[in-house]
């Protein structure tokens, strides 16, 4: 097998390597990249081989850092299958089109305000292109192999590739990818232990190579009690007549948000105050979560839980109406880093009054206004206005869908037949290095964090 590092070198977005197999060329992962200018930018560079010659994409998860450029590549000429969990294909539904609204709506601001260095500004792909290439996923079952075989030729021997559940969110799974000689392990994203909703990450049984992500490679969680730590916060805030206002990513993080709140109105450990999830995403992921609420931890009760205690705030209207309101509440709306969505209309709302509570819950990149919130940034800029930031800001590191390096080292500890090579990606480069040597020391055997473009025989 001959693997490919298209993406997720050096940074934690744009995930994508291209592996050649006994003859199939395949693409595990299909991500956009996100956060700082220079880094999306790569988004527009043209696919480094023809997509014609893919026979598949394989997706470890629906995250648009995983799933993202898909629709690009479909515009490019992919036309062949995209493999996914069901999970994974059920929340793609929902978020690759609303990647594609989002890139509509930002070439349309950016031509209406004549901000943007190309005239007209485009949108590199459209919410259309996005629903057609929906059209090309199988869903697929977890714990089985798979076989893929080539549409050009017929005598190849192919591979097989079977999906194990790893507990980041709804239908997240590692990739394993056998060529009769070899097997070969993605990570993608890998989840918490002990987490309310989500199982643990299943134990993978054989790898004789594996790339694994490093986003907490540098790290661990805090080690607090997460119900405990957001109980205090909203009963300080209420006790001050403020509002809670909770960035959130709107799939997994969202859910998790809602699930602890209703633990803590349940055992009255905080006031009965309106709880809104504003973003129209979360509510379609919430849905689905309940849908699928026996691949996860939550049973029938939690879900009909969640919905008594939840007000689901769909139209835009409902949403400017919630800024008029001067009553306590919990406000959970998207995004996650307060790049964009409405959290980002509440935040003007919410930051000049110290009464009020911003609460970040999880990781921030680079370049994002959360983490120059998180890191005691006095002002920022939204929609070309100044804010001062009064509220008070909160971290809670403990809510994160990724684990961190003790909890990977654990994952990897359960693995029987243990890989020979490990390849540590999808980390900034402190956190991808820190990584590296914890693997050495723990395992001893070779681990590299490879180069952008970098091929390596396996
Ligand atoms: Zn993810």
């Known amino acids: 097998m001959k693997l490919t590092f298209l993406g997720a070198a050096d940074t934690v977005t744009g995930s994508k390597y291209l592996l050649q197999c006994n003859g199939l060329t395949i693409l ?7 956060g700082v200018k220079k880094l999306r930018s790569r988004n527009w560079q043209s696919f480094p081989i023809e997509v014609k010659k893919l026979d598949a994409v394989i997706l470890t998860h629906a995250h648009i850092d ?8 479909m515009k490019q000429g992919y036309e062949g ?17 609303d990647a594609g609204y989002l890139q509509e709506e930002e070439a349309n601001f950016a031509n209406k305000h004549k901000y943007s260095r190309h005239h007209p500004a485009k949108p590199l792909y459209t919410e259309q292109h996005a629903r057609q290439v929906l059209k090309q996923f199988k869903p697929m079952t977890q714990n089985q192999f798979h076989s893929i075989k080539s549409n050009r030729e017929h005598n ?38 002990d987490d309310p909703i989500m199982h643990n990450p299943d134990a993978i049984e054989h790898a004789d190579v594996m790339v694994v992500e490093s986003t907490y490679g540098d790290r661990r969680h805090q080690q607090l009690d997460t119900q405990q730590a957001l109980a205090d916060i909203i009963n300080e805030t209420v006790n001050r007549g403020g509002t809670v206002l ?17 633990q803590l109105l349940k055992e009255h450990r905080i006031p009965t105050i309106p709880v809104y999830l504003n973003s129209p995403m979360a509510i379609s992921a919430t849905d689905l979560y309940k849908k699928f609420n026996r691949q996860l931890k939550l049973s029938q009760q939690d879900c009909a839980e969640i919905d008594n205690i939840t007000r689901y705030v769909r139209t835009q209207e409902e949403s400017i109406r919630l800024n008029e309101s001067t009553y306590p509440a919990i406000i959970i709306s998207a995004s996650g880093m307060a790049s964009g969505g409405r959290v980002i209309h509440h935040m003007k709302n919410i930051l000049p009054n110290h009464r009020n509570s911003l609460v970040f819950a999880g990781y921030q990149a680079a370049g994002t206004r959360g983490q120059a919130i998180v890191d005691g940034a006095k002002e920022t800029k939204i929609h070309g206005q100044t804010f001062q930031v009064k509220a008070q800001v909160h971290n809670i590191g403990s809510l994160s869908a990724h684990g961190d390096y003790a909890e990977i080292i654990h994952w990897l500890g359960l693995i029987k037949q243990r890989p020979q090579q490990v390849y540590i990606t999808h980390g900034e480069s402190c956190a991808a290095d820190c990584m590296r040597l914890k693997v050495e020391r723990a395992f001893h055997c070779n681990v590299r964090v490879p180069e952008l473009n970098e091929t390596v025989t396996i």
């Open 28 to 34: 595990i992962d299909c991500g956009l990249y996100q």
């Open 81 to 97: 299958p995209v493999y996914a969990s069901k999970g994974t294909s059920q929340l793609c539904q929902i978020l690759l089109p």
């Open 246 to 262: 909770i960035p959130s990513f709107a799939v997994g993080r969202a859910q998790l948000l809602l699930y602890h709140i209703k």
């Open 66 to 73: 995983h799933s993202g450029y898909l629709p690009a590549l």
């Open 156 to 193: 190849q021997l192919g591979c097989r590739f079977m999906f194990t559940p790893v507990g980041h969110i709804l239908g997240a799974c590692a990739v394993h990818i056998d060529d009769g000689h070899k097997r070969l392990v993605f990570s993608g994203d890998i989840g918490r232990y």
